[in-house]
């Protein structure tokens, strides 16, 4: 064992039991009643950030969540990495489906259960642990880092795109490092190449001034809830492809040198199937389910609400109905165009005695990594010699908003190394990360470090 295998060792309960402190805090940052929450959380990360070593910690407001940074830097001759990550959770509904309360953790067969343990406290505590151990077994990093965690992740990063432009000084660095991503398969150590964007709408019906009788006028008044249903009909053909008109136009078709790489991976459609006990797959014909999944672009109704939904029954005709939408983007799409284009639709099909309204959210463009980019090739190295097995390289489905940004304005490469269980449960009740992985990642993660600066990296 090395000095710092002995010291990553000699750590790791303590390791454990600061992740169980941290997800003990609520940090839903949707929801307003964890205002405070978000504060704690933001505090405690700083704290946690000065215990490892790092310097110049600071709880940065922002109009939303703060943000928290740290850093360590010493030399300018040496390559600066930004450590991005979020310790924004998810809301936890419906509660009722959680084996143990979602912020009091528990560890069970070798996972430990709790919002946020992989998405995306977790993954933040693997950087946060080995920076700890370098810090303490050699009394300094291999290269200077910049660590930036943010609180607005999970409701599309709406402060850090003018953070990264009013705080240069803050964020210049050769390289940005992200786990938020997921492994392909349990202990298969995974680079995410790509991200898909998004473009959130809310849509919203009008009929009448007012709710009515259903025996009084039902026949001849229009019902809210109904032109919703049809507008949200008409918006997928019969085969799964969206029917939204321009929709595909700009939609980048993925390469036959990237299919074939696709279909090398070890993605287990029965598996799947059977986990999420699915019926069978939905949407476009001739691609993939794993290319839906990842590089196709999709339209999802969110949720949908209005009318009557106590007990019983209730003769009404509901005056107004709404709706959450979110449109997954791939390469050649643009968030703002898909808005146009979604606005344009439902106006179009919107019969003459309806009012419908289209409400932008937020939005991220897709992403694509620089496989040849010697951050990327440093990260496959380290993965490599940690978990002893070739590393998978693939898409995700997901979005990391922030990423595209960092490309964007900073134009440096963003290497998104992720350690989240493929069955992680994020965003869903009994979210787990693995015990072992949070161990040994700390150790991927302090040799990309040590490969890092070996590659001289500076860009
Ligand atoms: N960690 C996820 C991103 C992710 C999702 C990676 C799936 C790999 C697989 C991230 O925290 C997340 O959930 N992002 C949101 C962003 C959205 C709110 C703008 C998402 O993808 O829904
Ligand atoms: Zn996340």
């Known amino acids: 064992m090395s000095s710092l295998q002995e010291q990553l060792a000699s750590r790791f309960e303590q390791d454990l039991s600061d992740l169980i402190e941290f997800l003990r805090i609520p940090s839903v940052s949707a929801l307003r009643e964890h205002r405070a929450d978000m504060h704690r959380a933001a505090e405690w990360l700083a704290a946690a950030m000065r215990r490892v070593g790092l310097e110049n910690v600071q709880v940065i407001e922002t109009p939303g969540h703060p943000i928290v940074y740290a850093d360590w830097i010493r030399d300018a001759n040496k390559p600066t990495a930004l450590i991005y990550g979020h310790y924004d959770v998810q809301p936890v509904d419906p509660l009722d489906l959680w084996e143990s309360p979602p912020f009091e953790p528990e560890v069970r067969q070798g996972r430990i259960y709790a919002r946020g343990a992989s998405d995306d406290k977790g993954q933040v505590m693997v950087h946060l642990a080995a920076l700890g151990a370098l810090l303490a077994c050699y009394g300094e990093l291999p290269v200077n880092v910049r660590v930036l965690i943010e609180g607005e992740e999970e409701v599309g990063s709406p402060?850090?795109?003018?953070?990264?432009?009013?705080?240069?000084?803050?964020?210049?660095?050769?390289?940005?490092?992200?786990?938020?991503?997921?492994?392909?398969?349990?202990?298969?150590?995974?680079?995410?190449?790509?991200?898909?964007?998004?473009?959130?709408?809310?849509?919203?019906?009008?009929?009448?001034?007012?709710?009515?009788?259903?025996?009084?006028?039902?026949?001849?008044?229009?019902?809210?809830?109904?032109?919703?249903?049809?507008?949200?009909a008409a918006s997928k053909d019969d085969q799964g492809r969206v029917a939204v008109p321009g929709f595909y136009d700009?939609?980048?078709?993925?390469?036959?040198?990237?299919?074939?790489?696709?279909?090398?991976?070890?993605?287990?459609?029965?598996?799947?199937?059977?986990?999420?006990?699915?019926?069978?797959?939905?949407?476009?014909?001739?691609?993939?389910?794993?290319?839906?999944?990842?590089?196709?672009?999709?339209?999802?109704?969110?949720?949908?609400?209005?009318?009557?939904?106590?007990?019983?029954?209730?003769?009404?005709?509901?005056?107004?109905?709404?709706?959450?939408?979110?449109?997954?983007?791939?390469?050649?799409?643009?968030?703002?165009?898909?808005?146009?284009?979604?606005?344009?639709?439902?106006?179009?099909?919107?019969?003459?005695?309806?009012?419908?309204?289209?409400?932008?959210?937020?939005?991220?463009?897709?992403?694509?990594?620089?496989?040849?980019?010697?951050?990327l090739q440093a990260a496959i190295r380290a993965l490599q010699r940690t978990f002893g097995k070739d590393v998978a390289l693939a898409p995700t489905g997901g979005s990391i908003p922030v990423v595209e940004s960092f490309d964007r304005l900073l134009r440096v490469p963003c290497v998104l190394m992720g350690f989240a269980d493929p069955d992680s449960n994020a965003h869903a009740p009994n979210e787990r990360f693995s015990v072992e992985t949070f161990r040994v990642a700390r150790e991927a993660v302090a040799l990309f470090w040590q490969e890092a600066a070996r590659d001289g990296l500076k860009s």
């Open 159 to 232: 402060s850090l795109e003018p953070f990264l432009q009013e705080r240069p000084d803050l964020v210049s660095a050769d390289f940005v490092v992200i786990s938020d991503t997921s492994m392909f398969a349990p202990g298969l150590p995974t680079l995410c190449t790509g991200l898909r964007g998004i473009a959130a709408v809310e849509l919203h019906v009008t009929t009448a001034a007012t709710d009515l009788h259903s025996g009084l006028y039902g026949g001849a008044a229009p019902n809210a809830l109904q032109v919703l249903a049809q507008l949200i």
């Open 250 to 375: 700009r939609v980048i078709e993925p390469t036959p040198r990237e299919r074939q790489a696709y279909a090398a991976l070890p993605f287990n459609e029965k598996e799947l199937l059977e986990r999420l006990e699915l019926g069978g797959w939905d949407g476009e014909p001739g691609y993939t389910p794993f290319e839906r999944m990842t590089v196709r672009p999709t339209f999802e109704v969110n949720g949908m609400w209005g009318g009557f939904l106590g007990e019983g029954s209730k003769t009404v005709i509901p005056r107004e109905a709404h709706a959450k939408i979110t449109c997954r983007l791939v390469a050649g799409q643009d968030p703002e165009e898909v808005v146009r284009l979604l606005t344009a639709h439902f106006q179009r099909l919107c019969p003459p005695y309806a009012r419908v309204e289209v409400t932008p959210g937020h939005g991220a463009r897709p992403w694509k990594a620089d496989l040849e980019h010697p951050a």
